[in-house]
């Protein structure tokens, strides 16, 4: 999911403006495959994580995929630029930190192993 959200961020800060980026198909293509790969994977995410980033618009990551996939005459450039500008950066933040929180989580459960010992033993 991140390094969907990473080559989105990419086409799009290649082409600066909005102008260049109506004009380069190959990067609307890598716009557009990297927003169905992260709706894809946000379907997949816990609940209680969509719980807790609820300004996320999580319903509208879900359906840009299936319009993507299905609806493909209905897409817009203009909705592909401003979902890649706006609404990735704020979703890979929330990855990241997610993936931060899981990782101290990790590491608070390794420092919580038990060296009492055991009865019987000297």
């Not at 380069?24 to 992260?38: C, F, M, N, T, Y």
């Amino acid at each position: 999911m991140l390094e969907a959200m990473d080559r989105v961020q990419a086409a799009v800060e290649r082409c600066k403006e909005f102008e260049q980026f109506e004009k380069d198909r190959d990067s609307q293509l890598i716009v557009e495959r990297g927003l169905e790969i992260v709706s894809e994977a946000s379907r997949h995410l816990p609940d209680a994580l969509k719980q807790r980033h609820s300004n996320i618009p999580w319903k509208d990551i879900k359906n840009i995929g299936n319009i993507l996939r299905h609806e493909y005459e209905r897409s817009s450039k203009a909705i592909l630029w401003e979902t890649a500008q706006v609404h990735v950066l704020d979703l890979k933040a929330v990855c990241q930190a997610e993936l931060q929180r899981e990782v101290e989580r990790e590491k608070a459960k390794e420092l919580k192993i038990d060296t009492t010992p055991s009865l019987g033993s000297d």
